[in-house]
């Protein structure tokens, strides 16, 4: 079965820190461009942060720079997201996906995890 699974989400105040994984099962991630994209209630679906299939390129959300980092090691079929300085509209369902290089639109997606911000 191929599938992504995110975990790491939480309730955390403002200005703390979480971590987010993804596992990535029935396929090897290495192939794929890595993103989380976030969802907040009433508002669309944003795109948070990517990396290259090497690890070697990173962009992020302007909303986001400085503060989240993505990271991957492929040698565990994992990737990540460092999340630092959180502010209260950071509050999202964070999704983890996979996009084959020159498709246009990710290939799976994972079922979310909630990261609240509040004091």
């Known amino acids: 079965q191929l599938q992504l699974v995110e975990s790491g989400g939480g309730l955390v105040q403002p200005g703390g820190s979480l971590r987010l994984s993804c596992a990535a099962s029935?396929?090897?991630?290495?192939?794929?461009?890595m993103s989380w994209y976030r969802q907040a209630p009433g508002k669309e679906r944003e795109l948070v942060a990517n990396?290259?299939?090497?690890?070697?390129?990173?962009r992020y959300a302007d909303s986001v720079k400085g503060r989240f980092t993505i990271s991957r090691d492929n040698a565990k079929n994992q990737v990540y997201l460092q999340m630092n300085s959180l502010k209260p509209e950071d509050t999202a369902v964070y999704y983890c996906?996979?996009?084959?290089?020159?498709?246009?639109?990710?290939?799976?997606w994972g079922q979310g995890t909630q990261v609240t911000v509040s004091s």
């Open positions: 029935g396929f090897t991630l290495s192939r794929y461009v």
């Open positions: 996906t996979a996009q084959f290089p020159g498709m246009t639109t990710p290939n799976y």
């Open positions: 990396i290259s299939t090497s690890g070697g390129r990173t």
